[in-house]
């Protein structure tokens, strides 16, 4: 599947979990994105040509490595030739991106480097960025965008209410829901060892709430969860979970406001919105959701068949089709 090809080069790496750092709810792990990977830029030996360009081997190499570590496993044929279709799939969009006149400015660059930043010092992508060299990271944030934007371009999907209500008809045992609540949050972050500081920050936020100012717009202003900041800290619906933002959530009424909720993430303060009994969904309730899901089953479909029509029409060579015998290292079982 090509799903991963549209995701963010940022979750390239790191199986993110966007609001379980809440332990709210967890979205599915991403994909490895791998245009970057695809640059011609590096020197040596090419273990593919696409269209006459070299896909270099240490690329592959590098590519393959990552997937038998994810994996346990060793780099053998299988997970060779997997990094190296996922490689030239890459390639090809990247190509047909260009072909096609997508661009990516300096400034799409630079808002994708804010974004980052917006995660905090101790985030994984916050760390990776600290390691790579500036130009290289620009150019692998280029090339994701390059392909994102060409797979925008290219495919449109349109989902009908008769599509939605029929999915909810042939799967309505899939929306028992348990009890929820919908609660909005302010985080105030730890920065270094400084616990203290961000503690008083958020208590100060909290008599600021409990004095009648609007909690939505302070979330706006001051929360620094990058996810939910610009919605005014709202966490939707979400289950009782072993969590410190959801056990406190659980225990309030709607209207009613926490006390400091300490997380390993920072200092929360909780207003529980909607409360929602468990029984099954409304199709009002999921339209949103099913659509998202037929949308995202029909983009795959047609990722898949503009891929294959890349293929058909391209020149492709292996040159390499096989895993060095340097690079077939067993990982340690942990």
Known sequence: MFTYLRRRFLMR???????????????????????????????GQAAARVNGRPIPLEEVKKVAQEIAEQGQTRVDSTVWNSALEQL??????????KSQGVAVSEKEIDQELQEIQAFGKDHPLVEWLRK??????????????????????????????????QYYEEHAERFERPPMVRASHILIRVQGNDRESARKRAEELRERVMKGED???????????????????????????????????FQLEVGQVSDIVESPYGFHIIKVTARRPAGRASLEEVSDEIRSLL????????????????????????????????????????
């Not at 030239?88 to 991106?97: F, N």
């Not at 919605?231 to 009782?240: S, T």
Request: no cysteine; proline share 7%.
């Open 88 to 97: 030239i799939t890459a390639e090809l969009l990247l190509q047909a991106a």
């Open 132 to 165: 790579t060299d500036p130009n290289r990271a620009r150019e692998e944030i280029r090339r994701s965008l390059l392909i994102e934007k060409f797979l925008d371009k290219r495919i449109k999907v349109e989902i009908s209410p008769a599509q939605v209500r």
């Open 295 to 334: 949308e995202e089953d029909r983009r795959e479909e047609a990722e898949e068949a503009l891929v294959e029509e890349l293929r058909q029409k391209a020149r492709i060579e292996i040159l390499v089709a096989n895993p060095p015998a340097s690079n077939a290292p067993t990982p340690e079982k942990k």
């Open 215 to 249: 909690f939505s717009e302070l979330a706006k202003r001051y929360s620094q969860d990058p996810y939910t900041a610009a919605k005014g800290g709202d966490l939707d619906f979400f289950p009782e979970r072993p969590t410190p933002v959801a056990q406190a959530a």
């Open 13 to 43: 790496r790191f199986l993110l979990s966007a609001l379980a750092a809440f332990g709210v709810f967890t979205f599915a792990t991403s994909r490895v994105a791998l245009a970057q990977k695809a640059s011609a830029s590096s020197g």
